[in-house]
């Protein structure tokens, strides 16, 4: 029987493939919009792929994606080995911790480093004490070091995961043949979790190729800069482009599935207790290192956001000194924030999941074409998936009662940041024992009954990964919230959002503390603190 990865495992299930070619057509919605709107629009679409408007933002936002995703994978998998695989000091702490970043919106992220590093900030009289002034971090490094610092995560979680369950006898074999540590890593685990790795790195990249909060606020000019600053004046022109970046974003996934079939992946079942290597001498240095990764990443957006809740609090002239019923008001957002939060981590991991299979375990072309539009959605800027989402359900009859409803908002949402579940779970699918499953349908056991007792539990890992990146990012998603929440429905990016446009920095600064804190709680309940009970 062949290993994932190495070929086809047969015909699948009718149910299955219908079901995935179902999820495939529903993802088409953004570019179904993108291509009706550009057919019935007047821009000259040869013209305009061929100016240098369009090729310079192009080039930019592929070297920006691709630095990004490189340093990301560097860092992440390095994270995720010593946090998994060695005796690092605190190593579930520093887990933890290393993943949080992940959720600061990357406006509410730039805008906290900009302030930091801007004159009166916090970081002004520490680099006076070296003879330093601070500089605004705008541009390429700018834009990068913001992207890299809050998207390692994207790498670090599903490369954890799949570290969890690797088996431990690999390794074991490959010490006693006398190798040392560090030949063990890059010749027997670097390719076993190079898969996570690539998932890792591909979000990351689609991350960076579409964002526009970090590239409007550092001044840096991507497409998606173009895409937003011409949505309004020159809609047309807005949608081609978004068009262009969605083929880009189509032909990256292709290139990537191309490759991943290639890989060969160790199938094993998870041990009681994973390898553990010893540091030795490099157990201090390494700590350093982690923990001051987390400092710059997480303790550094924290801290300037803290200054300005604290100037808020303390100054005369503050909305939070006069209302003391700031924190109360934030009650209702965070608990809508954590719930629609859950739903859609639940729904795109429940939808995705035949995908999966049907693109990992029976390479059937429907689910690696689907698997294709699925990482177009995510791609695009989160305003172009919330456009055609509104368009397509005001088509739909007024009875039904979609528009502007919590099934469209999660529809939405899903569209969006499904990639992040699928590519996750895809690399939980193709870690699981066909041997296994073999076993239990000799032992007269049904599809549900194996999938429940056999698949699932070795996927759990895997898929929780998956789902709690979809849970951080549907946490801080911007776009998609503004334009297709019901009316009344307010979350904590909304309502920062509005205050940092109404200049009250103090207000968009406590939010944001609000925000990370109950992100960070969400992610220990349900990803980190699952993932260690199944470890």
Known sequence: MASPGRGPAGRPPALLAVTG??????????????????ATG??????LYTSPATLEPLRSSLVL?????LSAAVVGTGLAWLTTRTDLPLRRLWATLAALPLVFPSFVGALALTAALAPGGLLEGPLGLVGAEPRRPEGFWGAWLVLTLFTTPYVLLPVSARLAALPASLEESARLLGRRPAAVFRTVVLPQIRGAVAAGALLVFLYALSDFGVVVI??????TRAIYTNRLLDRDRSVALGLLLAVLAVAVVAAERAAARRRVVEEGTR???????PLGRWRWPALAAVAGWVVVALGGPLASLSLWAWRGLTGRGS????DRDGLADLAEPALNTAGIGVVTAVVAVAVL???AYLSVRYRARTGVLANGLVASGFALPGVVVALAVVFWTSQLPASWGLYQSYVMLVFAYVVHLGA???????VAVAAVPRRLDESARMLGAGRARRFATVDLPLMAPGLAAGGGLVLLSTMKELPITLLTAPIGFRTLTTRIWADVEAAFLAEAALGSIVLVALSGVLTWVLVVRRADRLA
């Not at 992040?420 to 895809?426: G, K, P, V």
């Open 21 to 38: 070619a179902a999820v495939g057509v529903a993802f088409t919605a953004p570019l179904l919009y993108l291509a009706w709107r550009t």
């Open 42 to 47: 007047e821009e000259d679409l040869a013209a």
């Open 65 to 69: 994606a691709t630095a990004t995703a």
């Open 218 to 223: 550092l001044r840096y000019d991507t497409l």
């Open 271 to 277: 041990t009681r207790a994973g390898l553990q290597v």
């Open 319 to 322: 909305v939070l000194a006069r």
């Open 353 to 355: 999941l035949p995908l």
């Open 420 to 426: 992040q579940s699928l590519r996750a779970t895809q």
